[in-house]
């Protein structure tokens, strides 16, 4: 399975840009990277993925660099809504079937 | 469009009791996957279901099973309980197409305590 690496915290102020990092320097030609985020106790909420170009959604944006090893999500405006866990995973197809493998993920605390 | 729904929320057993799980997908999602999440060893997936088959399992021993209806809605069954099977149990629903990208979409999960 591609593995990803994420810094295990990070604070961020309210109102300001949150810039979550992964690397992921295994990644296949034709695996997608995806980010979901885990609210304390709730399901995982998808927010965005990509495969080479940046992406961009009313949630967040998606900045995958060129030789597609590492990207950052990129939360605009973040609110205290935000403080979750964060997780980046890339996609692994396996004879069709498809999982996510998730890693610990990037517990992200928005200060006010 | 309704989300996807787990079925109980909460569940006290005892060791040694078996226990079902219910999910119902987004409507019109053919793929449900399963997810184990402890504080140990976060989220783990267990297996997925697609139009009524089983098409990817992961690595859980074979007390931990399932099964999917034609109208798309799973169960999981966990015989034997054991108290490390104490969990929040995630299922997640996608169009399931091969190949291509699509995203799971989360239910709120089933509270497991095994006491």
């Known amino acids: 399975d591609a593995k990803t690496t994420q810094p295990p915290s990070m604070d961020c102020a309210e109102g300001r840009a949150a810039n979550l990092p992964c690397n992921h320097s295994t990644i296949s030609g034709n695996e997608y990277v995806y980010w979901y985020r885990q609210i304390h106790s709730q399901g995982p909420q998808y927010i965005i993925h990509?495969?080479?170009n940046n992406e961009t959604n009313e949630m967040a944006s998606l900045i995958i660099t060129e030789d597609r090893k590492s990207s950052t999500l990129i939360l605009p405006h973040a609110t205290l809504r935000d403080t979750a866990v964060y997780y980046c995973?890339?996609?692994?197809?396996?004879?069709?079937?498809?999982?996510?493998?998730f890693g610990q993920g990037t517990r992200l605390t928005i200060n006010p | 469009k309704a989300g996807v729904t787990q079925t109980p929320r909460y569940l006290i057993k005892t060791r040694g009791q078996q226990v079902t799980l219910s999910c119902s997908p987004i409507?019109?999602?053919?793929?449900v996957s399963w997810y184990q999440q402890t504080p140990g060893q976060g989220l783990q997936f267990l297996f997925e279901y697609f139009s009524e088959t089983q098409r990817n399992k992961g690595n859980f021993p074979g007390r931990f099973s399932g099964r999917q209806f034609s109208n798309s809605r799973s169960e999981m069954n966990v015989s034997t309980l054991e108290l490390g099977d104490s969990a929040l149990y995630l299922c997640a629903s996608s169009g399931g197409s091969l190949g291509g990208s699509y995203e799971q979409y989360f239910g709120p999960g089933t509270r497991l305590t095994v006491t």
């Open positions: 995973i890339v996609r692994v197809a396996v004879g069709g079937a498809q999982k996510l493998v």
């Open positions: 990509g495969l080479k």
């Open positions: 409507s019109g999602h053919r793929s």
